[in-house]
Nanobody, 119 residues
Framework: QVQLVESGGGLVQAGGSLRLSCAAS????????MAWYRQAPGKQRELVAAITSGGSTNYADSAKGRFTISRDNAKNTVALQMNSLKPEDTAVYYC?????????????WGQGTQVTVSS
C-alpha cells in the first residue's frame, strides 16, 4: 500500500505560479511511475504530467511548456511546478502512483489539493 499526501495548492492570479508537492510513504519500492492528475467540476479526471522511475516525463498538451514534473527519490516526493497559470487550470489536483506487473496495474491516489486561478 502506498500513501500519498499532496500540498501546495491555493489561489493565484492568472499568469502566476504554484508548486505542488506529493509525499509518498508505505510500499514505495513498488512504484514504477508517479503522476499528477486534475479534475474540474463536471469534468473527467485527466492526466497532467507523469514521470517514470527512470526519469522519463509525459505531459498533457495543455501543460507542455508551462508545467514541469520532477522527482526527489531521496525524499520520496514528486513535485509539479506550474507557471503561466490560466483560469482553465482551476481544478483539484491529485497525486498518483502506479505499479504495473504482468496482467495487473496498481494505482494509489492522494486526497487532492485545490488550485484556483483567478482572472
Amino acid at each position: 500500500q502506498v500513501q500519498l499526501v499532496e500540498s501546495g495548492g491555493g489561489l493565484v492570479q492568472a499568469g502566476g505560479s504554484l508548486r505542488l508537492s506529493c509525499a509518498a510513504s508505505g510500499s514505495i519500492f513498488k512504484i514504477n511511475a508517479m503522476a499528477w492528475y486534475r479534475q474540474a467540476p463536471g469534468k473527467q479526471r485527466e492526466l497532467v504530467a507523469a514521470i517514470t522511475s527512470g526519469g522519463s516525463t509525459n505531459y498533457a498538451d495543455s501543460a507542455k511548456g508551462r508545467f514541469t514534473i520532477s522527482r526527489d527519490n531521496a525524499k520520496n516526493t514528486v513535485a509539479l511546478q506550474m507557471n503561466s497559470l490560466k483560469p482553465e487550470d482551476t481544478a483539484v489536483y491529485y497525486c498518483n502512483s502506479r505499479n504495473v506487473v504482468v496482467g495487473l496495474t496498481y494505482d494509489s491516489w492522494g486526497q487532492g489539493t485545490q488550485v484556483t486561478v483567478s482572472s
